[in-house]
């Protein structure tokens, strides 16, 4: 079985400060592990995936997301936080075969601050 | 750019009522999911399918709940009995399956019970 842990139900950082969401996994198998952003009254995006090949990940928006199998760890990280990031992030993984189901973590609202 | 949609987007029922969640998944995915997100919690998986049966399913999804691909092109969840804890926000996602691994959303639907 899998399961994914978010540290931090509420992350506040500054305009133009370092995003750091952290995200631990737990997985029987090879991972495959993604990160999705909730706006408010929307749906899920996807940011980005680790699907085994590369273990950093670049994605959308300027966020990128490195795969750590020591440290079980797939943090979510952008150099430079602008208000538009502001939103639920939610950590994500899925088994070995891919088109399994997602199982999410508790979500970590981040919060701009201007 | 395809997209997955959901309607409607909201949905009022009395409890013990039958209501039916419409999704259009992306042309040429293969997979299909159903999730929910109760107000203020995560994201939890409700059932996959596949090849036009379900390939897995969760303890939430018991026997009130049923989906269905009536044609080509829709895919939906229905709930025979709804009770008061069924209020939640569903997604629908769909994937491509041939080893491309990411599930896109629809923008939900918000189902109220009273």
């Known amino acids: 079985a899998q399961s994914v842990t978010q540290l931090g139900s509420h992350v506040s950082v500054s305009e133009g400060a370092l995003v750091l969401l952290r995200c631990n996994y737990s997985s029987s198998v090879p991972p495959y592990l993604f990160w999705y952003v909730q706006y408010p009254n929307q749906g899920l995006q996807l940011l980005l995936k680790?699907?085994?090949?590369?273990?950093l990940v670049k994605g959308i928006n300027g966020f990128e997301a490195e795969f750590k199998k020591s440290e079980t760890s797939f943090h979510l990280t952008k150099p430079s936080a602008h208000m538009s990031d502001a939103a639920e992030y939610f950590c994500a993984v899925s088994g070995l075969f891919g088109n399994e189901k997602l199982t999410f973590g508790t979500g970590t609202r981040l919060t701009i601050i201007p | 750019e395809p997209e997955v949609t959901q309607t409607p987007s909201h949905q009022v029922t009395q409890m013990g009522q039958e209501v039916i969640l419409r999704c259009v998944p992306i042309s040429n995915h293969l997979y299909f999911y159903w999730y929910r997100q109760i107000l203020g919690q995560k994201v939890e998986f409700l059932v996959s399918?596949?090849?036009?049966?379900?390939?897995?399913k969760s303890e939430i999804f018991d026997d009130q709940f049923s989906v269905e691909r009536p044609d080509g092109s829709n895919f939906t969840l229905k709930i025979r009995s709804t009770k008061l804890e069924d209020s939640a926000m569903y997604f629908c996602a769909s994937a491509q399956g041939q080893g491309s691994y990411e599930q896109y959303f629809g923008p939900g639907t918000r189902l109220t019970v009273t």
């Open positions: 680790y699907t085994s090949a590369a273990t």
């Open positions: 399918f596949y090849n036009n049966e379900i390939s897995e």
